[in-house]
């Protein structure tokens, strides 16, 4: 295996090339037979290893694909019919107030804040991260006021984050300037309104440095917006301690809330007053149901929500939630980190040299809980893994990605997907 992104630390490569000459094992290798036992042994040591519990996950599969969409919370199917059948069915209307379906959006916001290191009152959720997204970047443009004229945005940045920062900077009269996150310190000026930036990059598993980029952009005056997509669940994201201004995520990826779950905006306390949202729809309204037709908008994260939210998506993302119960996000960090040197040791070791190349940072500073391998003909090779129970997923045109999610994968997982990736060379 070759590093496409590290090949400076000198170090490392030399850890590569000695790794890329083990070749294709054996089955009978002492080594090789090492890993399957220090993967047990890892597996046992591991303080995180029976929150696997708390999911339903198929037999037999290694499910490295929640950092795409997690997997089911055990909770959830009896949460949802329990919405459903009583609080819908039965209690109809009134289950707006009495089973608290109207405060939803706020309340799941406070649960996901700890999560994302910010305290209560400045998480809201609701709408999809790319909505939120367009909230957020045209409340930046007004927070920043007039008299600047460029919004910053993260020139590798998950495609539809570019869109709708296109669309908010035509709204708003801002230009848009592709920088790649690194560059952004040095392209930040007096003319920049905002920065868009993602916490970690959803191709190669890249960590951006968001304290030291969190306080370029506030040194300049700009206003910070976060896509917290990547990082949120998988390792600390400390939000306030940095002086984040802006940030939006989704849930259904390492926060398990599932396919399609309504996402998340957050709203520093100090910009909520100022906070002009481009969708002042009746939900944050300071007194929706008095029906008037001038708008005042509500105080607090609230101003942040637009209309009647998705409560069947969103109660089964609160009982998703339990799963973090008693979870420090330090730990899973630390478990995250372990799970990927460990399998990325496998994978040199099982895979034959040359057949991939590294693509995510190796060093702990720069990655997020994903490794991207770089290989010819990726989708067919995923492919195979999946009809061999290992399921990642590949990016086009040439990327294979394993998604690390410590709540429920654990090192026999890591061991196994990369013997098995191996054999899929062989
Ligand atoms: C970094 C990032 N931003 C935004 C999105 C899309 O968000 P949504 O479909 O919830 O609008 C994704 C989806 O995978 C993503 O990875």
Known sequence: MSDATDATDATEAARATDATAVGIPSTGDPALAALAAR???LDAADDLGKLRERFTLPDGVVYLDGNSLGALPAG?????ADVVGREWGELLIRSWDESG???APERIGDRIAPLVGAAAGQVVVGDSTSVNLFKALVGAARLAGPGRGE??????????DGYIAQSAARMTGLRVVPVEPS????????DTAAVLLNHVDYR??????????????????????????????????DLDAHGVDLAVGCTYKYLNGGPGSPAYLYIAERHQAGFDSPLPGWNSHAEPFAMRPGYEPADGAVRGRVGTPDILSMLALEAALDAWDGVRIEDVRAKSLALTDFFLECVEAYVPAGRVELVTPRGHAERGSQISLRTDDAAAVMRELVARGVVGDFRSPDVLRFGFTPLYVGFADAERAARTLGHVYG
């Open 39 to 41: 993967a047990a042994e």
């Open 183 to 190: 560059a952004v310190p040095a392209a930040l000026g007096p």
């Open 204 to 237: 190669t598993g890249r960590l951006h440095d968001l304290p030291a980029l969190t306080a370029a952009v506030r040194a300049a005056g700009a206003v910070s917006v976060w896509d917290l997509c990547h990082s949120a669940g998988a390792l600390p994201v």
């Open 76 to 80: 959830v199917p009896g949460r949802v």
């Open 101 to 103: 379906w109207w405060t």
């Open 151 to 160: 919004l910053l945005v993260d020139a590798t940045t998950f495609p539809t």
